[in-house]
């Protein structure tokens, strides 16, 4: 790894982000129909690999379920309105319409509500009748409390989704989630994340988790770099957690962890990249949030955008642009990389002579970033 001088005193490893990086066509192409975006983790198979994240302004249970039944995973943020009111329409309306100014603290009244472990069960349990593949998320910090009531609403995919989530968390104040105990004695397959280093994914997947989040306050609707000065610029965070992929592989005797990007990719060229750098499935918000069914009605916003204490993100206009249908499967109205994500990744394949995601890893990558010629 090639470090640069910062000054005197310190040294950075150089890091890229999508724009710095591109593809490159090899010698060979296929016809896009012959081209499969299959995914399965666990005993779950998935027709894309693109999997919802959980947020407020994304995912409703009924959204969750239109995705599932396109072909993709729709996660449902359990700390989020649907499990604190009955009807949490009204409210996202609220926020939806509320000047900039007043946002923040409206916001932070309306999550005030505590979570229902009722709603979490009803909620759940209306994304099961449905028959799509059931997934919840909880932050790290609320999983000890409300674990149970998930596992008991009977859900196929436990999501432990913070900003950052480590396995050695250490507290002088209160016991900490044992992640690896916690895990081994759940009976449900667990993704949990973010981790943006080597050395932190590993970690994570020792404890048996069956997929890992990478990431760090990447998406459109977080401020983490300029309120915490932390950032992961995403290429090399997943290239980097795909090779502690590679070396758990071979340390635990052929268990497979999956590598999945969380944020920072709003445009179809983006989850492309993702998969190039090593991803086998990609979290995806803001690209989703523009969507006319989605919750948020054109706007996005995250946790970090009311937590009561230090703000992370704020509520950020992306427009309604096309409906759910038009951004997953097309056809484009645009040419900007907003819809028809699964032809985007599938002429992507074929035109670099894929067939299979996970080949697709393999692809050639070059640095090149945006405005350069060479």
Not at 164 to 193: C, M, Q, W
């Amino acid at each position: 790894m090639t470090e640069i001088d910062i000054g005197r005193g310190k040294r950075g490893r150089r890091a890229y982000s999508f724009d710095d990086i591109a593809i490159v066509p090899s010698r060979r192409t296929r016809d896009p129909e012959e081209v499969s975006l299959g995914w399965q983790i666990d005993a779950y198979h998935f027709d894309l690999p693109f999997i919802a994240a959980p947020m407020d302004s994304v995912m409703s249970p009924q959204t969750a379920i239109e995705f599932g039944r396109m072909g993709g995973l729709g996660v449902l943020d359990l700390e989020g309105l649907w499990t604190r009111y009955e009807d949490p329409a009204p409210l996202l309306a609220e926020i939806t319409t509320t000047d900039p100014h007043l946002v923040t603290g409206r916001m932070q009244q309306i999550y005030a509500e505590p979570i229902r472990a009722d709603l979490i069960s009803a909620r759940l349990a209306d994304m099961r009748a449905a028959g799509v593949t059931v997934a919840g998320a909880l932050s790290p910090q609320r999983t000890q409390e409300h674990w149970k009531t998930v596992i008991d609403a009977g859900v196929d995919l436990f999501v432990i989704r913070g900003t950052t989530v480590s396995a050695e968390h250490v507290s002088g104040r209160a016991e900490p989630l044992n992640l690896k105990r916690f895990i081994y004695e759940l009976d449900v397959p667990v993704i949990v994340g973010g981790a943006a280093t080597y050395t932190a994914a590993l970690h994570l997947m020792r404890t048996g988790a069956a997929g890992v989040l990478v990431g760090f306050g990447g998406g459109a609707a977080q401020t983490t770099r300029q309120t915490l000065g932390i950032h992961a610029p995403m290429a090399s965070a997943i290239a980097d957690v795909a090779a502690a992929r590679r070396d758990y592989l071979d340390e635990s005797g052929g268990r497979y962890v999956h590598v999945i990007p969380d944020g920072g990719m709003g445009r179809s060229g983006d989850v492309v990249k993702a998969i190039a750098c090593g991803a086998d499935a990609v979290m995806i918000g803001a690209a989703l949030a523009r969507a006319r069914e989605a919750p948020g009605r054109g706007f996005h916003w995250g946790s970090e955008a009311h937590h009561h204490e230090l703000l992370r993100g704020e509520r950020v206009h992306v427009g309604a642009l096309a409906s759910l249908a038009e951004i997953l499967h097309g056809p484009s109205r645009f040419a900007d990389g907003t819809t028809n994500f699964v032809g985007a990744l599938r002429r992507s394949m074929a035109t670099t002579g894929y067939l299979e995601v996970k080949e697709f890893q393999r692809v050639e990558v070059v640095v090149a970033p945006y405005g350069s010629d060479h």
